[in-house]
């Protein structure tokens, strides 16, 4: 179990979770890790390199400084990565701002500085509690998950590494948009690890079984909702269409979103558009 922090500093609420609160059925197979610093990919795969040198390791659990989960979380999530039959589970958080928008998302197969678009808290609710892109408008498209709070079997996280030569990694870059000014995009380490998740084909899950708060000016609660129905910036693009279905078709009137031949392909989204 890897806690994250940028300081050696977290949430005293965090710790506790932490350490005494995450497991009533896996306490004696736990061994923790904690690393710190200010780069935060380093940080990260600083605390993988522990798991991976440690003989006998099966499972890699991470928590950040500033999530605070419900007790028993990880129970949850590997309860809900098994029935999944998951390699991955990552819990929904939101993203600490007004607009209910989280950092879970769908992939823009054309444009790693894009996503196709965020789930919003709202939309959350309308999804089965732990899904994947298959539960959405865009079934074809990666499911982008977060790191805040997540589980994964160390022999996908080996493959990663070792066949795939992966790691955590931030991408940025400088854009000249058309009215010539110039922004600054990123490609954050969780939506690049989940991209790789999806090239060496493990199953990627996310979860809002796990209840949480993210803790910011305000703590940011997971099983609440807010903000804007679906995520803006993109959904405009698609008609103000949202990312989730807005009724539950049923076997017989299929989704005709879900063809097998379907991928989103955002053509009209602007590099400098993107987040």
Known sequence: MGLATYNGQAESQTCWMFFNCATRKLQSRLMFGNHNGSLLALTFN????????TPGVEDFVMLHADIIPEEGWLDILWEEREKAGADVISAVAPIKDMRGLTSTALDDPKDTFNVLGRLTTKEIKRLPETFTQAHTRFPRNSLLINTGCWLAKMSTLRK??????????????????????????????DWNFSRDLARIGAKVVATSAVKLRHVGRFEYQSWETWGQEFDQVYGQKFGNKSLVEEIDNG?????????????????????????
């Open 160 to 189: 990663w590494v070792g066949e795939f030569k992966g790691c955590f990694t931030i991408r940025d870059r400088i854009v000249k948009r058309p009215d010539g000014k110039f922004v600054a995009q990123v490609a954050p380490e």
């Open 251 to 275: 076997p017989d009137n299929p989704n005709p979103y879900r063809g097998p031949g379907f991928v989103a392909t955002p053509g009209a989204v602007s590099a400098h558009e993107g987040p």
């Open 46 to 53: 600083s605390l993988l390199c522990a798991a991976l040198n």
